[in-house]
């Protein structure tokens, strides 16, 4: 391993050739497979006192390593303050509490971002990226965040897309929604997804017309919400499995279905006061309502499809309100048995793992079905079964257990577990799409309606190929943003992110142990691993930073001793941050 100091220069300037060596096997080991050992999970020093005991029923059983892999899980990241709240509130507990939480607003920062711009200037994906990591950081409602940016990763919406990425406001809008009904009933959230204005611009649901001469409906968000956003292309047995006639999948629908179910979704436009022409086409005159780009999309009769409606075995008559018609058609497809399969499966990939067993998607997929109160979409239930299964809870990971942590999160895990703060308060950042200089990803801002990867993807002539696995993750990840990865997150822990540095981690807690190199590292072990970190990792990254010399107190001033402080605790973190334990969420 190599030691790091703490130049004031982006590593990609100063690139040895033992760096060189590292980048190239850890080029090798992403690639080669979701690999690594797992280690005792260990009490680490240096924590925050938990809250006092009358405070919280202990939960006895949950360690500050259990407690911190579950926030990997939960959170953008896990803290010191959060690790004693679970283990003072326990798994069920903390997930309840949290699901009480307020909603965090992005819009609001969005709306306050808007009030200092002087004209000509307008909102930008700037201040989106800015609302977003403010959130993600510093947010208090971390699991409703997290969970939303797992949805947001479902019902996808992109940046990209020209539209789309004209509305900032409406995607922090649409951010919004996900975490306002991220704890509702699946049947909302279908319908606010369907009505959203932003998804009407993006899958062209928007000013969508019923058919005339040789005009016909706009099919794409009909297949959309079909295969993507409610019950996939295949039929499913309640495990997620493929239902089989024959020893062939059944689809779950054809061209037919895609056309009848098409007709529903005409007629929905900008909301406003009125149900103008005029409006529905989002002509200047009448004058354009100023939250369009927020509120629900509102049915304009006259532009509805009238002829009969037939998708999945029901036929809606022609002649029907589209009210009452999109009625139909989302009841249809929440109650049809894939959903609950569907999506779980999807949410269990996107928080704890990328190959659940078939029994593990059966008991989300049953929380989906019934909540224990009779209910069905329940996204308390759905969740709390997600993050609270054994496959989840279990410090010892299967061998195909885990997933590859993705740019996004590996970031604002750096920023949540070492307390970074904005120097602006706005958190400075700006798209981080470039895989060579930046993250190669950027929060809604995927490439494809399909997302930054598919949930089946298999990266090809690998071990996890070989094993018939899929790792969704690697779908973005190959030697060039390996490298880029490096690069930045190097010079991001020594230097800060965004815009002028304005982002910065604060070492302190880290720095007062320096001096003691095992335990420093077990306090990043704890941090960014979980405590995961195999003794190997341990032993290498401890006698790594031992070489980084500490002045001796005498004769040697403070900063002298903080510098070098500092050097050890940047190279412990990198060094971490650029193994493969960390990179792989066990």
Wanted: include cysteine; charge should be neutral; glycine fraction near 8%.
């Amino acid at each position: 391993m190599v030691a790091l100091s703490a130049p004031s220069i982006p590593m990609r300037n100063t690139m040895t050739s033992p760096f060189k060596t590292l980048l190239a096997a850890l080029a090798g080991a992403l690639l080669a497979g979701c690999g690594g050992q797992s280690g005792s999970p260990e009490t680490p020093a240096a924590l925050p006192a938990e809250p006092p005991a009358s405070q919280f029923a202990a939960t006895a059983s949950i360690t500050q390593a259990s407690a911190a892999r579950f926030l990997g899980q939960a959170t953008f990241g896990p803290t010191s303050t959060d690790i004693s709240a679970v283990i003072w509130r326990g798994y069920d507990g903390w997930l309840t509490w949290q699901m009480q939480k307020p909603a965090s607003s992005l819009t609001a920062v969005m709306n306050q971002a808007a009030a200092t711009l002087q004209p000509p200037a307008t909102l930008a994906q700037n201040q989106f990226f800015e609302a977003f990591w403010q959130k993600a950081v510093t947010a208090d409602d971390q699991l409703r965040q997290r969970v939303a940016y797992a949805l947001s990763q479902i019902f996808v919406v992109s940046m990209v897309d020209v539209q789309a990425g004209g509305m900032p406001r409406g995607m922090a809008g649409y951010h919004d929604m996900l975490a306002n009904n991220a704890f509702g009933n699946f049947r909302a959230l279908l319908q606010n997804v369907a009505l959203h204005p932003v998804m009407g611009v993006y899958l062209n649901a928007l000013h969508n017309e019923k058919e005339s001469g040789q005009r016909v409906p706009d099919q794409n968000f009909a297949r959309e919400i079909m295969q993507l956003f409610s019950i996939g292309l295949v039929q499913l047995n309640q495990d997620g499995t493929p239902k089989l006639v024959n020893g062939a999948p059944v689809e779950t629908y054809g061209d037919a279905d895609i056309v009848g179910l098409s007709r529903v979704f005409t007629g929905w436009s900008w909301a406003g006061p009125d149900q103008t022409a005029n409006r529905f086409y989002g002509y200047s005159s009448p004058t354009p309502d100023p939250d369009r780009d927020i509120k629900p999309m509102q049915m304009y009769p006259q532009f509805h499809s009238t002829l009969d409606k037939s998708f999945l075995g029901v036929t809606i008559p022609g002649g029907g309100s589209g009210l009452s018609d999109l009625k139909i058609a989302l009841d249809t497809l929440f109650n049809h048995p894939n959903v609950g399969p569907f999506i779980g499966r999807q949410l269990i990939q996107r928080l704890v793992t990328s190959n659940p067993s078939p029994a593990y998607v059966a008991r989300v997929a049953a929380a989906f079905a019934d909540n224990g109160s009779g209910v069905r979409g329940d996204m308390k239930a759905v969740i709390k079964a997600v993050l609270l299964d054994p496959e989840a809870r279990s410090d010892v990971p299967t061998a195909d257990g885990g997933k590859l942590r993705e740019p996004v999160l590996r970031l604002a895990h750096w920023m949540r577990s070492f307390n970074a703060k904005s120097a602006s308060g706005r958190f400075l950042m700006t798209t981080t799409d470039d895989p060579v200089y930046t993250l190669g990803q950027s929060p809604l801002r995927s490439p494809s309606v399909f997302n930054f990867y598919r949930p089946g993807y298999t990266p090809p002539n690998t071990a996890i190929a070989a094993a018939g696995l899929v790792a969704p993750e690697f779908q973005i990840t190959g030697e060039t943003s390996v490298v880029g990865y490096l690069n930045l997150i190097r010079d991001v822990i020594q230097n800060g992110a965004g815009t002028n540095r304005d982002i910065k981690a604060d070492y302190g807690a880290e720095i007062a142990l320096a001096a003691t190199p095992d335990k420093l590292v077990e306090r990043i072990n704890l941090l960014l691993t979980g405590g995961q970190m195999s003794a190997d990792l341990k032993s290498r990254i401890v006698k790594s930073i031992s070489s980084l010399a500490i002045p001796s107190p005498t004769g040697s001033n403070d900063a002298a001793i903080n510098s070098a402080s500092l050097s050890r605790v940047q190279a412990a973190i990198f060094l971490t941050m650029a193994s493969p334990e960390y990179l792989i969420q066990k």
